[in-house]
């Protein structure tokens, strides 16, 4: 079984910057992609950013401009480094891995809180 382990939430200003890690633990697993979702309250879970093998990236409209992933296959890690972040922005954010024969992997999530 794979556990996926995120850290680097918490609260910030408006216009201020986080970084989100998530390390992927267990044994003899493969995954084949990482990313972040975000939940705000009252609204459905979203994709915020993916980055598949062969580094192909996939980036809501929203944070394209704002937010990097970016993944070590190595370390079984991936890191989102949010930017110029907005009030809207607010959200707890979950890690995910797809991991070849097991499905999708989630993580127990992260709270970010954009103060305007």
Known sequence: QVQLVESGGGLVQSGG??????????????????????????????????????????????VKDRFTISRDSAKNTVHLQMNSLKPEDTAVYYCNAGVVGAGIQWGQGTQVTVSS
Not at 48 to 62: E, H, P
């Open 17 to 62: 910057s986080l970084r989100l890690s998530c390390a992927a633990s267990g044994t003899g697993f493969r995954i084949y992609a990482m990313g972040w979702y975000r939940q705000a309250p009252g609204k459905q879970r979203e994709l915020v950013a993916s980055i598949a093998d062969g580094a192909t990236i996939n980036l809501q409209a929203t």
